[in-house]
Structure formats: structure tokens, C-alpha cells
């Protein structure tokens, strides 16, 4: 069994802090060591086997994390019985920006995950800014460390087939393969039962939802609120719907009224739930009737694959990503908000 160093720093919230607790039985192994993000130490389940190291954010942690990997191969280079083994070592970049000191490099196998395809799109349709500057510059500057200490012979890790058709085009040096011949496929079962013996259900929250369910159609949309995930021209599309003799319906996102405060929209039905727990994502999956999935750009779209765990009906943009990970019950064009008004009119009234 390999070796490995899995660095996944930065990674603290949304969908990548999801895709470390789905990762959470790959990264368990006694052969692991694994460098988190100190913000992520009460979010994911305690890992057992593997040896883990939790590191602040600040201006010394990349000199910690190079004097950790130091030590860490010069006490394999001094133990003769582990140099004979350096071949079964590989380093790990979930956060998908490459080591900037290489040890060992024509033997150790260094991995970088890209999973954010905002990295590679100048624009899409009337998508050509982001929401605020903070994210254009995170971009910015994490796809410039990817492209300044990339070497030839690292390994890119993709989402989709989708993504590994945007990374062949981009980095034709590099071996380009998919997650699951890294990690295998998710086995969301195992996942879900982590999870819960490490936090609790948010009864309340629960229990209202089921509530709703008893009179409502209840559309479900857990993303946060960026731009590229569309949640304005939804928003519309159910004010549309507002004035239709349809079934009663209330459409669940998961932010906050900070978030929408400068839309001048009627909020009837839409109900807002704030950023949630994992777990408690996981048991709204079993309740609402429908996965609402808007968004104009994803690598992989993690709630499409959680809806399709949870035999759930997705409704969703007609865009490659989706066809990549299931097959929606309904699709809609995401730029068009009466396309999206439609397309939910069409399946409320029957």
C-alpha cells in the first residue's frame, strides 16, 4: 500500500470542505498523513488511522508545511530500509496548487486536484464577473501558483470527463485521469453513517422542513451564494410563478438574508435556511420532493450526485457538467429566467 502526504489547506467550507468528508475513508489509513486546515478541526469527522496535523492560516504556515515534508523525507533518505521503498510515496494537493519545493522528484508521484473549472472560463454567455473581488482574486492568484510550479510529470486529477477534456486542452505535458482511479467511487451509505456519529441532527430545522412538506412541493437548492450559481435568476423565476393558480410550493435555499438584501423581490415562497451542517443537508435530501440546480458552472456538482444517491428528481441547467453525473428528470436553460419559470410551472401543474 502507498504512502501518502494529502495537503488540503484553505479547504474550510462549501464544497470542498463536503468533498473532505467524502473523502474522509480514503484519507483514514494508517499508511496517511494528512496536513488540514485548523478551521476544519470540529467540521469533519476525527480521523482514526491516519496521523493528522491541523495548521493555521498565517504567514509561517507554508515554512511549516515545507520543514514538515523536509524532515519527513530526509528520515526516509536516512532509513535504508525506506529509501529502498521511496517509489510507494505520493504527495497529494487537494487544494490544487503544487508543491513549491520538490524532494525526491523523479520518483515521487506528486497529484493535483482541480476541482474549481472557474479557473478556466473567460466567459460564459453573460457570466463574465464574479460577486465580489475577494473571489476574482482567489482565482487569480491560485491558478497562478498552479501554472508557475506545475512540472511536467505531476499527475492532474479531474471531477468528470467534462473537466478532463477542459485540463487536457489546457496542460498537454500532463498525465490527466479521473478521481475515481485515485480514490475509487463514493459509497455515500458509509459517508452518511460517519457523519452522523459525529454530529447531530438539527431537529427543529428537521421538523420544520416536514412541516412544509405536508401542504407544499418543496424544491431544494443547497448552494451558497455566488454568482455563477445563479440564484437570482431562480429567484425570479419563482416570483413568476407567484402569480400562477399552481400547487402550493416553497423553493429552500440554503443562505441568508444578508445574502439577497439589495434584491427587491417578493419572498413569499422561499424559504431561506442559512448555511448548513453536512448531515443535516443529507436528511433534507429525503424530504423535498425535487433538486433545483441552476447553476452555469461546476466541475462536478456535488448535489447532483447526492440527489441521485437519494433517488431524487433533478431538475437542472442543460449544460455538460450535469449529463456527466445523472440524468435530470427536467432540464432548463439557466440564463433564461422564464425558461426556468417555465420549466417548473410545467411540472407544479401537473
Given at each position: 500500500m502507498?504512502?501518502?502526504i494529502?495537503?488540503a489547506?484553505?479547504?474550510?467550507v462549501?464544497?470542498?470542505l ?9 484519507m483514514?489509513s494508517e499508511e496517511?498523513?494528512i496536513?488540514?486546515?485548523n478551521?476544519v478541526?470540529n467540521?469533519?469527522?476525527y ?5 493528522t ?6 504567514p509561517?504556515r507554508s ?5 514538515f515534508?523536509l524532515?519527513f523525507?530526509?528520515n526516509?533518505y536516512c ?5 529502498l ?7 497529494i494537493y487537494?487544494?490544487?496548487i503544487?508543491p513549491?519545493?520538490r524532494?525526491?522528484?523523479s520518483k515521487?508521484?506528486v497529484?493535483?486536484f482541480?476541482q474549481?473549472?472557474l ?7 453573460n ?10 482574486l482567489r482565482?487569480?492568484i491560485s491558478?497562478?501558483f498552479l ?7 505531476d499527475?492532474?486529477v ?6 478532463k ?5 489546457a ?6 485521469i479521473n ?16 457523519i ?9 430545522l ?11 412541493i418543496?424544491l ?6 455566488y454568482e ?7 429567484i425570479?423565476?419563482i416570483n413568476l410563478?407567484?402569480?400562477e393558480?399552481?400547487?402550493?410550493f ?8 444578508s445574502?439577497i438584501?439589495s434584491i427587491?423581490k ?9 448555511r ?12 423535498v420532493?425535487y433538486?433545483?440546480f441552476?447553476s452555469y458552472v461546476?466541475?462536478?456538482g456535488?448535489?447532483?450526485i447526492e ?5 431524487l428528481?433533478i431538475?437542472s441547467?442543460?449544460?455538460d457538467?450535469?449529463?456527466?453525473v ?12 422564464f425558461?426556468?419559470?417555465k420549466?417548473?410551472?410545467t411540472?407544479l401543474k401537473?
Amino acid at each position: 500500500m502507498k504512502k501518502k502526504i494529502i495537503n488540503a489547506m484553505d479547504i474550510h467550507v462549501g464544497g470542498g470542505l463536503t468533498y473532505l468528508l467524502l473523502l474522509h475513508s480514503y484519507m483514514d489509513s494508517e499508511e496517511n498523513i494528512i496536513l488540514l486546515d485548523n478551521r476544519v478541526k470540529n467540521k469533519i469527522p476525527y480521523l482514526k488511522k491516519a496521523k493528522t496535523i491541523f495548521l493555521k492560516k498565517g504567514p509561517f504556515r507554508s515554512i511549516r508545511i515545507f520543514i514538515f515534508r523536509l524532515k519527513f523525507y530526509i528520515n526516509q533518505y536516512c532509513n535504508k530500509k525506506n529509501k529502498l521503498n521511496i517509489d510507494n510515496f505520493i504527495e497529494i494537493y487537494l487544494n490544487g496548487i503544487p508543491p513549491f519545493f520538490r524532494f525526491y522528484y523523479s520518483k515521487v508521484k506528486v497529484y493535483i486536484f482541480i476541482q474549481n473549472r472557474l479557473f478556466f472560463v473567460k466567459k460564459v454567455n453573460n457570466l463574465n464577473s464574479f460577486i465580489n473581488i475577494k473571489i476574482y482574486l482567489r482565482i487569480f492568484i491560485s491558478k497562478f501558483f498552479l501554472n508557475l510550479f506545475l512540472r511536467k510529470n505531476d499527475i492532474l486529477v479531474s471531477q468528470t470527463n467534462t473537466m478532463k477534456k477542459i485540463l487536457l486542452n489546457a496542460y498537454k505535458f500532463n498525465k490527466i485521469i479521473n478521481q475515481e482511479k485515485l480514490w475509487g467511487n463514493f459509497n455515500f451509505k458509509r459517508i452518511e453513517n460517519t457523519i452522523k456519529n459525529s454530529h447531530t441532527i438539527d431537529i427543529n430545522l428537521i421538523n420544520l422542513i416536514e412541516n412544509l412538506s405536508k401542504e407544499n412541493i418543496l424544491l431544494f437548492y443547497p448552494a451558497d451564494f455566488y454568482e455563477h450559481k445563479n440564484h437570482i435568476n431562480l429567484i425570479e423565476a419563482i416570483n413568476l410563478l407567484n402569480t400562477e393558480k399552481i400547487k402550493k410550493f416553497k423553493l429552500i435555499l440554503t443562505i441568508n438574508n444578508s445574502d439577497i438584501s439589495s434584491i427587491n423581490k417578493n419572498f413569499e415562497n422561499i424559504i431561506l435556511i442559512g448555511r448548513l451542517k453536512y448531515i443535516d443537508i443529507l436528511q433534507i435530501y429525503k424530504i423535498v420532493d425535487y433538486l433545483i440546480f441552476p447553476s452555469y458552472v461546476e466541475s462536478y456538482g456535488l448535489p447532483l450526485i447526492e440527489a441521485k444517491y437519494n433517488d431524487l428528481k433533478i431538475i437542472s441547467s442543460k449544460l455538460d457538467y450535469v449529463y456527466d453525473v445523472c440524468h435530470p428528470f427536467k432540464v432548463f436553460d439557466p440564463f433564461d429566467k422564464f425558461d426556468i419559470f417555465k420549466t417548473i410551472y410545467t411540472i407544479l401543474k401537473k
